[in-house]
């Protein structure tokens, strides 16, 4: 069964204070592994889509990373604007994955000014 | 441009009243559509996804159903709510051949 964990459930960082995200992922035949934005009451905003291990994207002070068993997002410089939940998710081959994502439970992440 | 749109945004039903969710996808056409349930503003539960019309594919035994009558429109809905279906109903959509799926606003439920 496919498995999604993220770390820290809870983050809080001083605006300037740069840090990571973690996501650990078992699945088998990794076909995607995603990254989203969740602010309180709203839908989740689709932030980066990675496929292989070694490949980083990155958008504003966010860049994602990923390797064979887990995938950071690393924050440079938070903004209190970037306060959110973030979610990883994950997708295995179609075959047996189907249409499915896996979803971590999020990290809560706080930015003080 | 592809925008998803879900009504209501906010409902309050007593148990054992019926339920109607919908979903529309603008923008794209034959998209994969998807229904999750998320509890406690945390992990998402997959509930429902459908490939094409009259297409769906249950993830998990409960009190809902999905319908998707029409290519963009896809519908949540029960016959007798519980109060354990109170949560945040979310509608994603995606390329039928890719794997990335986006959000559309949600709908909170509360059964009271």
């Known amino acids: 069964e496919d498995q999604v964990t993220q770390s820290p459930e809870a983050l809080r960082l001083q605006e300037g204070e740069s840090s990571s995200l973690n996501c650990s992922y078992t699945v088998s035949g990794l076909r995607g592994l995603f990254w989203y934005r969740q602010d309180p009451g709203k839908g989740p905003e689709f932030l980066f889509t990675?496929?292989?291990a070694g490949e980083e994207k990155e958008k504003e002070r966010l860049k994602a990373t990923l390797t064979k068993k887990e995938s950071f997002l690393h924050i440079t410089a938070p903004k209190p604007e970037d306060s959110a939940t973030y979610l990883c998710?994950?997708?295995?081959?179609?075959?047996?994955?189907?249409?499915?994502?896996?979803f971590g439970e999020g990290t809560q992440l706080t930015v003080n000014p | 441009s592809q925008t998803i749109h879900q009504w209501p945004a906010t409902l309050v039903q007593p148990v054992g009243s019926p339920l109607s969710l919908e979903c529309t996808v603008e923008?794209?056409?034959?998209?994969?559509l998807y229904w999750y349930r998320q509890a406690a503003g945390r992990g998402l539960q997959l509930l429902f996804y459908?490939?094409?019309?009259?297409?769906i594919s249950s993830e998990v035994p409960q009190n809902l159903s999905a319908s998707r009558p029409q290519d963009r429109q896809f519908i949540l809905s029960s016959k007798k709510l519980l109060l354990s279906d109170s949560g945040f109903y979310l509608c994603a959509w995606s390329r039928g051949s890719q794997e990335t799926q986006y959000f559309g606003p949600g709908t909170r439920l509360l059964v009271l």
């Open positions: 459908s490939v094409g019309i009259g297409q």
């Open positions: 923008g794209t056409s034959n998209p994969n």
């Open positions: 998710a994950a997708t295995g081959p179609r075959e047996t994955s189907g249409s499915r994502l896996t």
């Open positions: 990675l496929y292989s």
